[in-house]
T-cell receptor, first 113, second 116 residues
Framework: QQPVQSPQAVILREGEDAVINCSSSKALYSVHWYRQKHGEAPVFLMILLKGGEQKGHDKISASFNEKKQQSSLYLTASQLSYSGTYFCGTERSGGTSYGKLTFGQGTILTVHP | DSGVTQTPKHLITATGQRVTLRCSPRSGDLSVYWYQQSLDQGLQFLIQYYNGEERAKGNILERFSAQQFPDLHSELNLSSLELGDSALYFC???????????????FGPGTRLTVL
């Protein structure tokens, strides 16, 4: 089942902050965050694993609440280059579920000068 | 540049035809994943291969098939194409251990398929 992202769209001015949320109804092993610009490939930002391990960019932060199966991506002091569509991809535990990412519908982030 | 390469970049074909999309993973990556992205369905997992063997299947139609070769490149074959198959097809790769998850997936630039 597809995770639900909120908000659907965000408009910011440079320097402002934003939070994007991702919620799943299933128990998760990890949450992956990507940014995609129009017509381009999704770019890996961060992965949060069950148990608290994180891997990703130093300038981007995120959290994963295992009890609620929710993750949030924090974008601070936004820059024009942050514009794009942000996707969370959720990974469940066990066997053939590993590696199989189910993506949310995306959050469109627009940063204006 | 993720290090994952895909060819061709664009493909235009007619309904009923068959096409092959090619993907070369990053050096050292053993796992290859195929995803389809369309406006109505979003980004959807199709299939995963690990070191030449199929590992997981998602929403992949029976008209679609894939394989991973000994040199680890992968091909996605789409046959009896329909208008609704028009989409962006992405390949991703990771250094995936057979028995674990939580591995970063790096996406290639994609192949844009247009079925007329």
């Amino acid at each position: 089942q597809q995770p639900v992202q909120s908000p659907q769209a965000v408009i910011l001015r440079e320097g402002e902050d934003a939070v994007i949320n991702c919620s799943s109804s299933k128990a998760l092993y990890s949450v992956h965050w990507y940014r995609q610009k129009h017509g381009e490939a999704p770019v890996f930002l961060m992965i949060l694993l069950k148990g608290g391990e994180q891997k990703g960019h130093d300038k981007i932060s995120a959290s994963f609440n295992e009890k609620k199966q929710q993750s949030s991506l924090y974008l601070t002091a936004s820059q024009l280059s942050y514009s794009g569509t942000y996707f969370c991809g959720t990974e469940r535990s066990g066997g053939t579920s590993y590696g199989k990412l189910t993506f949310g519908q995306g959050t469109i982030l627009t940063v204006h000068p | 540049d993720s290090g994952v390469t895909q060819t061709p970049k664009h493909l235009i074909t007619a309904t009923g035809q068959r096409v092959t999309l090619r993907c070369s993973p990053r050096s050292g990556d053993l796992s290859v994943y195929w995803y389809q992205q369309s406006l109505d369905q979003g980004l959807q997992f199709l299939i995963q291969y690990y070191n030449g063997e199929e590992r997981a299947k998602g929403n992949i139609l029976e008209r679609f098939s894939a394989q991973q070769f000994p040199d680890l490149h992968s091909e996605l074959n789409l046959s009896s194409l329909e208008l609704g198959d028009s989409a962006l097809y992405f390949c991703a790769s990771s250094v995936a251990a057979l028995a674990g998850g939580g591995n970063e997936q790096f996406f290639g630039p994609g192949t844009r398929l247009t079925v007329l």
